[in-house]
C-alpha cells in the first residue's frame, strides 16, 4: 500500500522554509495512520516515487529513510518494483522511547525536571501494579536478587532499571514505559553516580523490597509511598 495514493497533493513548505524531508515522510505516515489507512507490514513507495510526490531529492529521501530505519518504524527492504522500498514495522514503543531520548539529550531540562516527571510517573505506575494485584511481582523479584548479586555500580544500575521498567509496564499503559524507559536510559549515568555517592546499596534495597512488598499486598497508598522515599534517597534536594 503506498503511503501516497488516492491522497492529496503533498503539503509545500511556506516560501523560504526549509522543511526536512525527514518531516516530510513523518508527516505523511502519521496522516496515513491516523486515517486508518497504514498498518504494520504496509511498504511505503520507493525512493523515485517519494522524491516525486514531497518534491525533494531522493538523497533527502533516502537519508529520511534510514533515520526511520534506525529508529524501528521502517525495515529497509531491497529489490525491484512491488518488493522495493521499506515496511512499516511493528516497534512503536522503541521508536518512541529513542526520539524521546534523543530529545531529552539534547533539551536543558534539569535533573529537578527528570525527577519529578519520574515521581509522577512511578507513583501512578506503583498504585496500579499494586491494584492489578501482582502482574510485575516475578520481574521485579528477579531484579532486586540480581542488584544483591551485582559486583559494580553500573551493574546495580542496569538491573535497577530492569525493577523500575516491570513496575511501569505493570501499570498497563505502553506510553508510560516508553516515557519511563527515555528517562531512565537518559539519565543512566546520574544513576550510577547517586549509587558511587550513597556507597552502600543497603538502603536503596530496602526500598525496592518495600515497594515489591507492597505491591504483592496489593496496598497502593504503600507503593506510593514507597517510591516517593526511594527517590528522594536517591535524588536528594
Same mark, same amino acid.
Given at each position: #500500500?503506498?503511503?501516497?495514493?488516492?491522497?492529496?497533493?503533498?503539503?509545500?513548505?511556506?516560501? +523560504?522554509?526549509?522543511?526536512?524531508? *525527514?518531516?516530510?515522510?513523518?508527516?505523511?505516515?502519521?496522516?496515513?495512520?491516523?486515517?486508518?489507512?497504514?498498518?504494520?507490514?504496509?511498504?511505503?513507495?520507493?525512493?523515485?516515487?517519494?522524491?516525486?510526490?514531497?518534491?525533494?531529492?531522493?538523497?533527502?529521501?533516502?537519508?529520511?529513510?534510514?533515520?526511520?530505519?534506525?529508529? +524501528?518504524?521502517?525495515?529497509?527492504?531491497?529489490?525491484? +518494483?512491488?518488493?522495493?522500498?521499506?515496511?512499516?514495522?511493528?516497534?512503536?514503543?522503541?521508536?518512541?522511547?529513542?526520539?524521546?531520548?534523543?530529545?531529552?539529550?539534547?533539551?536543558?531540562?534539569? #535533573?529537578?525536571?527528570?525527577?519529578?516527571?519520574?515521581?509522577?510517573?512511578?507513583?501512578?505506575?506503583?498504585?496500579?501494579?499494586?491494584?492489578?494485584?501482582?502482574?510485575?511481582?516475578?520481574?521485579?523479584?528477579?531484579?532486586?536478587?540480581? #542488584?544483591?548479586?551485582?559486583?559494580?555500580?553500573?551493574?546495580?544500575?542496569?538491573?535497577?532499571? @530492569? *525493577?523500575?521498567?516491570?513496575?511501569? @509496564?505493570?501499570? +498497563?499503559?505502553?506510553?508510560?514505559?516508553?516515557? #519511563?524507559?527515555?528517562?531512565?536510559?537518559?539519565?543512566?549515568? !546520574?544513576?550510577?553516580?547517586?549509587?558511587?555517592?550513597?556507597?552502600?546499596?543497603?538502603?536503596?534495597?530496602?526500598?525496592?523490597?518495600?515497594?515489591?512488598?507492597?505491591?504483592?499486598?496489593?496496598?497502593?497508598?504503600?507503593?506510593?509511598?514507597?517510591?516517593?522515599?526511594?527517590?528522594?534517597?536517591? !535524588?536528594?534536594?
Amino acid at each position: #500500500m503506498s503511503v501516497v495514493d488516492g491522497h492529496r497533493e503533498p503539503r509545500r513548505a511556506p516560501e +523560504g522554509a526549509r522543511t526536512r524531508a *525527514f518531516e516530510e515522510v513523518l508527516d505523511r505516515i502519521e496522516e496515513r495512520i491516523a486515517a486508518g489507512g497504514l498498518t504494520v507490514g504496509d511498504r511505503l513507495p520507493g525512493e523515485r516515487q517519494l522524491a516525486e510526490e514531497l518534491r525533494v531529492s531522493r538523497s533527502s529521501v533516502r537519508e529520511a529513510l534510514r533515520a526511520l530505519a534506525t529508529l +524501528g518504524v521502517v525495515s529497509s527492504q531491497v529489490g525491484r +518494483g512491488p518488493d522495493a522500498g521499506a515496511v512499516l514495522t511493528s516497534r512503536p514503543d522503541s521508536a518512541l522511547t529513542e526520539l524521546l531520548r534523543l530529545n531529552l539529550s539534547l533539551s536543558t531540562l534539569t #535533573m529537578r525536571e527528570v525527577v519529578d516527571t519520574r515521581l509522577m510517573i512511578e507513583q501512578w505506575a506503583a498504585a496500579q501494579a499494586a491494584g492489578d494485584g501482582g502482574a510485575a511481582l516475578g520481574e521485579m523479584a528477579e531484579a532486586v536478587a540480581a #542488584m544483591d548479586a551485582a559486583a559494580t555500580p553500573e551493574e546495580f544500575v542496569a538491573h535497577d532499571i @530492569a *525493577f523500575h521498567m516491570a513496575l511501569a @509496564a505493570a501499570s +498497563g499503559n505502553r506510553l508510560t514505559s516508553a516515557i #519511563m524507559r527515555a528517562l531512565r536510559d537518559a539519565v543512566r549515568r !546520574y544513576a550510577i553516580d547517586a549509587v558511587l555517592r550513597l556507597g552502600d546499596t543497603a538502603d536503596l534495597q530496602a526500598d525496592h523490597r518495600r515497594i515489591l512488598d507492597a505491591v504483592r499486598d496489593r496496598d497502593a497508598e504503600a507503593a506510593t509511598a514507597a517510591v516517593t522515599e526511594h527517590l528522594a534517597r536517591a !535524588y536528594p534536594g
